[in-house]
Every structure is written in structure tokens, then in C-alpha cells.
């Protein structure tokens, strides 16, 4: 266990529907990512929150949209995906943001959300 | 954008022999480097890192090198076990900036 826990594991979704991916993480950090891991491909980042503040959004479309109601949960909203979305999403944290010295950077992932859009 | 990219995306070793996983990275800027393990339905496992004013750095049955003249970095697995069995990425950081990772080396221990 790696203290952060996502859900679900497998999501199937159509074009139309929106569904939400969750994560929750125990260990106490302060910072919360999203990644998407798409076969031979290197990890991208999507989305960065510090203190539950967006610090970071790497130009990925609006169908996507994460919330962070607190320091320990992060939501990934999804709504008109396409087919090219399919891939296994991350979360991860981190005890502090980016910024916030090298070894506080080190990230911590959860066994992610593997979705396939129809 | 950098580039972070490994020489051989599959390898394969017998089971009580030495590992070595390569990497390249293309920014002499990037002073932090991060080794991670992901096995198959979970997701990256942070291993051991380094630093850019280090050029070695050791764990537990893992040695990370790093070579700035080149911008080469690599992870030595010491008596491979079938458990080491994964996918191993590399990530590189400069300062105040976000990771970027490679595309992964598979890692296949022969029993």
C-alpha cells in the first residue's frame, strides 16, 4: 500500500456520459497530482494542486476537470471524452508542491484508474 | 519540452544476475533524477534518487549513477529476483520546474 487510493480501478464510460475519478490520499502531504499514462508513452501531467490551490494545468481540454475539496482528496470530473482519452490516469502526492525542495518532491502514486471510452 | 528516453525499452536478465537500466536526458539544467518501479496494476513505485552534485548514489540492492558529461543516468539492480519484474521509469526535475519521465525499460527476470 502506498497510502494513496483511487477509485475506481476500471471505469468503462461512453462519449456522453460523465463520470468522476476519485483519489484520496493518507499520508498526510500537501500536494496532489493528475498524470496520464497512455502505452508507450511517457507520464503526463495534467494537473497540479498545492494546498488545494491549482498550481499547474498542462493545457488539457476542458472535458477534464479536477476538483480539490481539501489537502487529502482530488477528483478528476470527466464529460464528453473521446476515444483517445482511454488510458490509466494517476494520482499521486507529494509532501509539498513543486517548489518545495528536492526531497519533498518525491511523489507517491496510487495503482490508478484504468478508463476506456466507447 | 525536455526529452527523457531510455536506450532499450525491454530487457531481459537471469534470475541472480545484475541489472543495468539506462537513460538519457537532454537538459544539463536537471538536477534531480528519480528512479521509479511500476509492476503491472499498480502504479510507480519510487525506488531511489539522486542528485546533480552526486554520482553515485546506493540502496538496498540498487545503485543509481549518474554522469552529467554525458547526461546518462542508470540503475544497477544487484542479484535480480523475480520480483524485480517491471517497468522502470526515469524522472528528471530542474529547479522549480515539474518532473519528466521516460518512456519506461520492461524489466523481465528469467526464473
Known amino acids: 500500500e502506498t497510502g494513496v487510493t483511487q477509485t475506481p480501478r476500471h471505469l468503462v464510460m461512453g462519449m456522453t456520459n460523465k463520470k468522476s475519478l476519485k483519489c484520496e490520499q493518507h499520508?498526510?502531504?500537501?500536494?496532489m497530482y493528475w498524470y496520464k499514462q497512455s502505452a508507450k508513452k511517457p507520464l503526463e501531467l495534467m494537473f497540479v494542486?498545492?494546498?488545494?490551490?491549482?498550481?499547474e494545468n498542462n493545457s488539457v481540454p476542458s472535458r477534464f476537470s479536477p476538483e480539490c475539496p481539501n489537502s487529502s482528496h482530488l477528483f478528476l470530473h470527466l464529460h464528453t471524452l473521446q476515444p483517445e482519452d482511454s488510458a490509466l490516469y494517476l494520482c499521486?502526492?507529494?509532501?509539498?508542491?513543486?517548489?518545495?525542495?528536492?526531497?519533498?518532491?518525491?511523489?507517491?502514486f496510487g495503482a490508478g484508474t484504468r478508463l476506456s471510452v466507447l | 519540452g525536455e526529452s527523457v528516453g531510455l536506450h532499450l525499452p525491454t530487457l531481459s536478465v537471469q534470475e541472480g544476475d545484475n541489472s543495468i537500466i539506462n537513460c538519457a536526458y537532454s537538459?544539463?539544467?536537471?538536477?534531480?533524477f528519480i528512479w521509479y518501479k511500476q509492476e503491472s496494476g499498480k502504479g510507480p513505485q519510487f525506488i531511489i534518487d539522486?542528485?546533480?552534485?552526486?554520482d553515485k548514489r546506493q540502496g538496498q540492492r540498487v545503485t543509481v549513477l549518474l554522469n552529467k558529461t554525458v547526461k546518462h543516468l542508470s540503475l544497477q539492480i544487484a542479484a535480480t529476483q523475480p520480483g524485480d519484474s517491471a517497468v522502470y521509469f526515469c524522472?528528471?526535475?530542474?529547479?522549480?520546474?515539474?518532473?519528466?519521465f521516460g518512456t519506461g525499460t520492461s524489466l523481465t527476470v528469467i526464473p
Open positions: 537538459n544539463s539544467a536537471s538536477d534531480y
Open positions: 499520508l498526510g502531504h500537501n500536494a
Open positions: 539522486i542528485r546533480s552534485n552526486m
Open positions: 524522472a528528471e526535475m530542474y529547479t522549480g520546474n515539474q518532473f519528466y
Open positions: 499521486a502526492s507529494s509532501p509539498e508542491g513543486l517548489a518545495g525542495g528536492l526531497a519533498k518532491n518525491i511523489q507517491y
Open positions: 494542486y498545492n494546498f488545494k490551490e491549482q498550481t
